[in-house]
C-alpha cells in the first residue's frame, strides 16, 4: 500500500484552549484547513512536515494525532476487524514497541481494557503474518504509541506522533505542590494577548510564581525559543516520518537560530523562598534563567517592579486556591490570628490583594493589567473589582475562569480596614 501524500490529523488541547490553538495552528501551518471541535483541532489534508513543525512549535497542544481510520462498532471484535484494516507495516516493523490508550465517551462496551487487548491483538497478528514476529509492548516510552477512541456508535484509531504529551518541555524537573501544566501557561498568555513585547502586554510579573511555570513559558515566548526544541517526538521512530530526517535538522537549525533577548522586563516571586528555588533552576534549564529577575516575597506586600518609561506591565497570577493549594503569608497569619478555623485564608488574601494593587500598581491614567486564573466565579466580588474579561479555562478537573483586571485608580474599592 503507498504511502498518503497528506494526513488528517487531531491536535489535542485543555478544555477553553479551542479557539486559541486554531489561531496558533494557522500561524503554524498557515496553508491547512483547521476546524476546532471539542478538546482540539481537526487538520484536513494536511503535509507530513505539519507534523514536525506543530509539534516544535505548539505552545498550546497537548499531543499532535494522525487519524488512521474510523468506522461503526458493536462489539470488541468490530474494533479487532477495523484495526486490521490499516496497514500498520507502513508504520512500524516488529523491532519498534507499541502501547494503546484507550478513551471513551458514552461507549457501550463494557470493558475498555478488553477494547484495548484487541486493538493490540490485530496489529501483532497483522505484523505476526508479514515478518513472522510481532511487536512487543512498552507502557513507558514505546515507539508507537496508538490512540483508541470510543464514541457511542463509532471508533476512530490514531497514532500519537507526539510520545510524552506536548507540555513536557522537558525542563521542569522541580516542581511544587500544585504544579501549573506549560500549555495551561501559554493559553493564559495567549488569551492575555501576551507575546513578550512592549506593544503586546508589555513586562510580564507572577507574584506567586510557584515552580515558575508562567515566567518561564513568558520567557521562552519573549525569547523566540520553540518550546519542543530540547525534546525527543514519537514520530522520529515512526517509518513515515524517516525520509523527513533532513527537513527535521533544518527546522530546530532555523529554530535555534531565531533565538534573541527579549524586549521586555520578567518578573517573578513567591512567598516560599523553597519555590523560588525551584523557579530559578527549572529557568537554567529552560535557558531563560538571566532573562526573569527572581525574588522571595509575599505578594501581598512585594511592590510593583520599576518598568522602563512607558512600559505597560501584565500581571499573571495562578493563585492559591483550595483545591490545589492553601494561601500562605500574611492572609494565612491573619486567619490564624482570628482564632476562627471558620475564617477562610481566601478571605483575606484576595480582598489584601486587590487593595495591595490599588496602592502600588495604579496610576491616573493607566496602570497594570492583571490577570488571574481561579475557579471561583465570585471572584470579582470577593476582590471588590469589576473584571473587564472571563475566560473559561480547565485546569487539570478544576474549571476555572481566567479573569481580566484593569488596575486604574477607581476601579477598586478600598477594603474597610478592622
Known sequence: MSRPETLDLFVSCPGGVEALLEAELRTIVPKVHT??????VALHKAPYEAVLAINLESRLA????VELIEGGY?????????ALKVDWTRWITPRETIKIDTTAHRSPL???????????????DQLREEFGERPSVDTHDPDFPVVLHLGEERAALYVDTSGQPLFKRGWRLDKGDAPLKETLAAAMLAAAGWRGTPETGGALHDPCCGSGTIPI?????????????NRRFAFERQLPFAPLQNRWSEMKRAAQARVHPPAVPIFASDVAFRMVDFSRRNAERAGVAQYIQFNGGDA??????????NMPGTLM?????????EVRGKAAAVRDASGSEQRDADDEFFPRLASHWKRGYTSEESGWTAWMLSPDMKLPNKMRLKESRRFPMWNGPIECRLFRFDLVKGSAREKRET
Open 317 to 325: 497570577m495562578n493563585p492559591p486556591y483550595g483545591e490545589r493549594i
Open 74 to 82: 458493536r462489539h470488541e471484535d468490530d474494533l479487532y476487524a477495523l
Open 35 to 40: 476546524e476546532a471541535l471539542r478538546g482540539g
Open 110 to 124: 463494557k470493558s475498555l481494557n478488553f477494547a484495548t487487548l484487541r486493538i493490540k491483538d490485530a496489529i501483532c
Open 217 to 229: 513559558e513568558a520567557a521562552q515566548i519573549a525569547c523566540g525559543i520553540a518550546p519542543g526544541i
Open 300 to 309: 501581598l506586600e512585594r511592590p510593583a517592579p520599576a518598568l522602563p518609561e
Open 62 to 65: 497537548q499531543r499532535v494525532l
